[in-house]
């Protein structure tokens, strides 16, 4: 695996272990669902619709987690929303920066 792919993959396992959004203890179904989705879409577009999610969700208490978050995930992406968080809100809720490619909204990203 490249250095880019796999530091992709660290990133967003990085936004999923943070929140445990796989469940106490991570649900194996999730994991191979999580595996699923890395491998059908960009590992950008993946990150930006995961903090996209979580800040839909943050009311909800409990948040969704496990299979009920995937799901949430997953239709996020099958409707290709559009980014909703600032460059600063992704970070504040990640505590990532914003990959350059999602910032420029005359690129799509798929």
């Avoid at 967003?12 to 929140?19: A, E, G, K, P």
């Avoid at 669902?33 to 409990?62: D, F, Y």
Wanted: aromatic letters at 4%; proline letters at 7%.
């Amino acid at each position: 695996m490249e250095l880019q792919k796999r530091i992709g993959r660290q990133r967003i396992f990085h936004i999923i272990d943070s929140y445990q959004l796989l469940g106490t203890p991570p649900d194996p179904l999730g994991q191979d669902r999580l595996e699923q989705l890395l491998n059908t879409h960009s590992l950008e577009v993946l990150e930006v619709a995961i903090a996209n999610c979580l800040m839909k969700l943050w009311g909800q208490v409990p948040m969704p987690r496990g299979q009920a978050f995937l799901e949430v995930l997953t239709d996020h992406l099958k409707h290709q929303l559009p980014n909703q968080l600032t460059p600063h809100q992704f970070q504040q809720i990640t505590g990532l920066a914003m990959i350059e490619a999602v910032l420029d909204p005359s690129v799509v990203i798929q």
